[in-house]
């Protein structure tokens, strides 16, 4: 379904990108952009070799500065090159681009592993005084951490050399995945002919409501996958191969250690939070049980689960989408309200549905306009209008943090997460409190439902997936069999053996699995869930001025770890039960609401 800008619409759902850089991937001034951010980087090169670390704070600061700088350079250029990519999966040239960015990437990573070297070469002393300096005392969290990790790894020289390496090695892996995805196409039937869809439109007609139609796409979407599974297999084997090795030459013999720092998590709190989840996420059986009889099935497929049975009377216009969410927002926060209207109205959006988008949604910062850019696809049901208001989420925590030092805008995966799943419970909380009809209510009660689903079943089988890879491809790389056991083994238990078809597959249909920048990219989804459950069930109690709160907390979201972070603000230990039984409460609260409503509706009939 395309997404058509009628006469009298007042928001176009295709991005602006042309406000950074005009031409799209031919544009000469990205192209001259991208040569003089090549030129810096490789004068701060040269400028950091002879670097002498026994210089004045104040000349630190001017290195420090320069890096910032050069990082938000670098921000902007990958930014606009994963828009242009996934906007048409067939543009070349942004493919190209991103290899280019991935490349000068590289060499800002060579930049700070320079610095590293003289980072280590500065007495605990020393680096105290310096970090007490003006312009340092307010980044001494980042720089700090940064020094901490530099003693956890190989010499900077070596570890210069890897991250070169793994340009045209573990990255280039990631690359050939998102071209091999994007170049399959997934035959389905469709008014009597074949069509041929990519795969972000064969994902779209998963969430058709006939489940036949569902059943018949799900069987072509294994298919397709299945006829790519051993190039994909090979480019996940080498990726964690080229990982492995990585991380013995560090020392490192636990491959959570890089995740668990990048989100800054202990893994007391990461084991309590799975913990909690896996005592309480039994209650969803009881949902699986009244859809399965609905559907008159006596065991839901995987193409079944994430599909709901209620839908509102009408489908939802864009420009209806984006009034809503605005009108919700400003229920909670007018700080939030009005970034939504300007990103609906300057067009930070693409959400036209058209062939050759790659799937999935995103929001991406460009740090030096200080705007953002969100990419779905819209087709006017609850679930997009959810989408919508987790990706606006994003980018109004994007918005807070763009006040601060670049190197203070570095918040991991896990708390990125938590302000877009806080913001999308503040737009269905409210599409439920004001629905016009019990179908409509019962439609994004349903939505919550499958959110639980989905971060305390899906996320957490991709999780139990990867931890087992990760540990059998320590003896040698996994065939396509191994792979697809692996991944049946992980759905069962993680949804308590109670889905009648799984998807064995689902390691080469799940591009997360491939992301190069973020190992381990499933536990921060649950992580950022839970944690905004809890921190929803406190705006609860305290109204409109939790508001305030919640915008300092966010704030605070680059400069301490996870577990300070919650005991400043909310006084909660991270590490204990408690915090995550109260969050499950939370989140699991409209499970027994949607039941009982949903049975009622159905004594009426």
Known sequence: MDVVVA???????????????????????????????????????????????????????????????????????????????????????????????????????????ELDRHLLAVTDEAWRTLLAHPRLEPLAFPLDERRRRARERMTPELESLASALAVDGYHAWGDLYELVAGRIRVPVEEGGRTVELSVGQAANRLEDPDRAVRAAVFDRWEEAWAAEAEVIAAALNHLAGFRWQWYRRRGWEDVLKEPLDENRIQRTTLEAMWDAVARRRGALLEYFRWKAARLGVERLAWFDVDVPVFHARARVTYDEAADFVIEQFGRFSEDLAALARRAFTERWIEAEDRPNKRAGGFCTGFPLSRQSRIFMTFGGTASNVGTLAHELGHAYHQWLMDQLPVLLRDYPMCLAETASTFAERVVTDAAIQHAPDDPTRLAFLEQQVLDCVSFCMNIHARFLFETAFYQARRQGPLSVADLNRLMEDAQRRAYHDSLGRYHPYFWASKLHFYATDAPFYNFPYTFGF????????????????????????????????????????????????????????????????????????????
């Not at 001025?545 to 300070?564: H, I, K, N």
């Not at 409209?590 to 949903?598: E, I, K, Q, S, V």
């Open 530 to 605: 839970l944690f905004s459950s809890g921190l929803y069930g406190r705006a609860q109690e305290e109204g409109r001025s939790f508001a305030r709160r919640y915008a300092a907390l966010l704030q605070d979201t680059g400069r301490m770890p996870v577990e300070e972070l919650a005991r400043k603000h909310l006084g909660a230990d991270l590490t204990k039960p408690a915090f995550w039984e109260e969050a499950l409460d939370m989140a699991l609260a409209p499970l027994d609401r949607f039941l009982r409503l949903a049975r009622r509706g159905e004594e009426g009939r």
């Open 7 to 113: 006469v009298g619409s007042r928001y176009n759902p295709t991005w602006d990108l042309d406000v950074f850089f005009p031409g799209g991937s031919r544009s000469p001034e990205f192209a001259t952009f991208l040569t003089a951010l090549a030129a810096d980087l490789e004068r701060l090169q040269e400028e950091l070799r002879r670097f002498d670390p026994a210089s004045p704070a104040e000349r630190w600061a001017t290195v420090v500065d320069a890096l910032q700088d050069a990082g938000a350079r670098l921000g902007q250029a990958g930014a606009f090159t994963v828009c242009l990519a996934s906007q048409d999966t067939t543009d070349e040239q942004a493919r190209l681009l991103i290899t280019r960015v991935g490349e000068l990437r590289a060499a800002y990573a060579n930049l700070w592993t």
